[in-house]
């Protein structure tokens, strides 16, 4: 049968504002998650990881959280850009795996002037 | 620059042929993926290979098949086997160690004529 595409989830914000994306994963046993930002006719590229013994990351203007009890991630974005407008994947990879990444559906982010 | 070139960028397929989508990487990683992207979805993984001459089956490995003779490259050829082979492929490559992420290319999309 014909292929369809799935809507994925959307926020907009404000430039200047701050965003929050988030993400529930699946496995109990996963010990390493990763946030992948995709533009457009682009690969998936690297923003923020954090393991399992952690519920707190932090880079450049990124924070992740990680809830292992509810199994969720977030991923915050501060003082959002328009350059940050883009679909967020988290993944997760369970422990003793052949780092075999299992990604959520992603999260369209538009940045409005 | 270190990185994953994927090529072509663009591949269209005529039915009943098969065709290879090559993947090349100068950043030194054992371990190499391929993954599929259906629109509005996330990343399905359909072969990876941990190891020069040695490769796994994925969750959708149907139709596809791959090789690892060098540990820098790894083609995936879709055969006409495939039968909706229309979708954005992308490769990734990452360490064997729990703590760090894949590195994407940026993509082939494959079409059919």
């Known amino acids: 049968g014909e292929n369809v595409g799935l809507h994925l989830p959307t926020l907009s914000v404000q430039e200047g504002d701050n965003s929050i994306i988030n993400c529930a994963y699946s496995?109990?046993?996963?010990?390493?998650f990763i946030w992948y930002k995709q533009e457009s006719g682009k690969g998936p590229q690297f923003i923020i990881d954090?393991?399992?013994?952690?519920d707190k990351r932090q880079g450049q203007r990124v924070t992740v959280l990680l809830n292992k009890t509810v199994k969720h991630l977030s991923l915050q974005i501060a003082a959002t850009q328009p350059g940050d407008s883009a679909v967020y994947f988290c993944?997760?990879?369970?422990?003793?795996?052949?780092?075999?990444?299992?990604f959520g559906s992603g999260t369209q982010l538009t940045v409005l002037p | 620059d270190g990185g994953i070139t994927q090529s072509p960028k663009y591949l269209f397929r005529k039915e009943g042929q098969n065709v290879t989508l090559s993947c090349e990487q100068n950043?030194?990683?054992?371990?190499m993926y391929w993954y599929r992207q259906d629109p509005g979805q996330g990343l399905r993984l359909i072969y990876y290979s941990q190891i020069v001459n040695d490769f796994q089956k994925g969750d959708i490995a149907e139709g596809y098949s791959v090789s690892r003779e060098k540990k820098e490259s790894f083609p995936l050829t879709v055969t006409s086997a495939q039968k909706n082979p229309t979708a954005f492929y992308l490769c990734a490559s990452g360490g064997t160690y729990s703590n760090q992420p894949q590195h994407f290319g940026d993509g082939t999309r494959l079409s059919i004529l």
């Open positions: 993944a997760e990879v369970p422990s003793g795996s052949a780092r075999q990444l299992t």
């Open positions: 954090i393991r399992s013994n952690m």
């Open positions: 496995n109990s046993a996963s010990d390493y």
């Open positions: 950043l030194n990683h054992d371990a």
